[in-house]
Antibody, heavy 128, light 107 residues
Framework: QVHLVQSGAEVKKPGSSVKVSCKAS????????INWVRQAPGQGLEWMGG????????NYAQKFQGRVSIIADESTGTASMELSSLRSDDTAVYFC?????????????????????WGQGTLVTVSS | SYELTQPPSVSVSPGQTARITCSAD??????ASWYQQKPGQAPVLVIY???ERPSGIPERFSGSSSGTTVTLTISGVQAEDEADYYC??????????FGTGTKVTVL
């Protein structure tokens, strides 16, 4: 069973960038899309975007377009999310989450739409 | 943008039934999922594809769908079910959205 293990907490200055990693253990993420979800203190869950590692195909929430980049390295089983131009309201716990994805011939695929498993979360604090 | 609306809170006595609704503001609606989140923890999937229950999730958790509304039902609520619950779905472009969240309090 695949588990997702994230990198440790970060403290960043406004205007800088942060990169959070997510590594699959106990298996590979070849059957998954890796999504990133964040949660500001006391707030709800917010989807940021996702990547299908075997195709490196990405899609992002409109809110984060141009400011977020999600990459994946199949050989190491690691996905990463980089958020730039950080502001204080980017302070949040960032989660990676696997989404079961089904692959057919000729590069076709179907994303299941549900998120399981989840990483443990990474707190990113943006403060001057 | 696509929105999913949930009641902010639901209170229920132990052994009773809790129902949490999640209303979409437009059709079509893709399958919905539900997550349970306890303080300081990552969310846990409790229902997917509107009504499917992952292995390891107690049978008291069930899901249903009607029109643009999905419902999570917790039958025979236990103290350990006190948590925040979020629905999640996608719009027609494949952008995922989470509901506003519901805090379930076990009295």
């Amino acid at each position: 069973q695949v588990h997702l293990v994230q990198s440790g907490a970060e403290v960043k200055k406004p205007g800088s960038s942060v990169k959070v990693s997510c590594k699959a253990s106990g298996g590979t993420f070849n059957n998954f899309t890796i999504n990133w979800v964040r949660q500001a203190p006391g707030q709800g869950l917010e989807w940021m975007g996702g990547i299908i590692p075997i195709f490196t195909t990405t899609n992002y929430a409109q809110k984060f377009q141009g400011r977020v980049s999600i990459i994946a390295d199949e050989s190491t089983g690691t996905a990463s999310m980089e958020l730039s131009s950080l502001r204080s309201d980017d302070t949040a716990v960032y989660f990676c989450a696997g989404e079961r994805t089904y692959f057919y011939g000729s590069g076709s695929y179907y994303r299941g739409g549900w998120f399981d498993p989840w990483g443990q979360g990474t707190l990113v604090t943006v403060s001057s | 943008s696509y929105e999913l609306t949930q009641p902010p809170s639901v209170s229920v006595s132990p052994g009773q039934t809790a129902r949490i609704t999640c209303s979409a503001d437009a059709l079509p609606k893709r399958f919905a999922s539900w997550y349970q989140q306890k303080p300081g923890q990552a969310p846990v999937l409790v229902i997917y594809k509107d009504s499917e229950r992952p292995s390891g999730i107690p049978e008291r958790f069930s899901g249903s769908s009607s029109g643009t509304t999905v419902t999570l039902t917790i039958s025979g609520v236990q103290a350990e079910d006190e948590a925040d619950y979020y629905c999640q779905s996608a719009d027609s472009s494949g952008t995922y959205v989470f509901g506003t969240g519901t805090k379930v309090t076990v009295l």
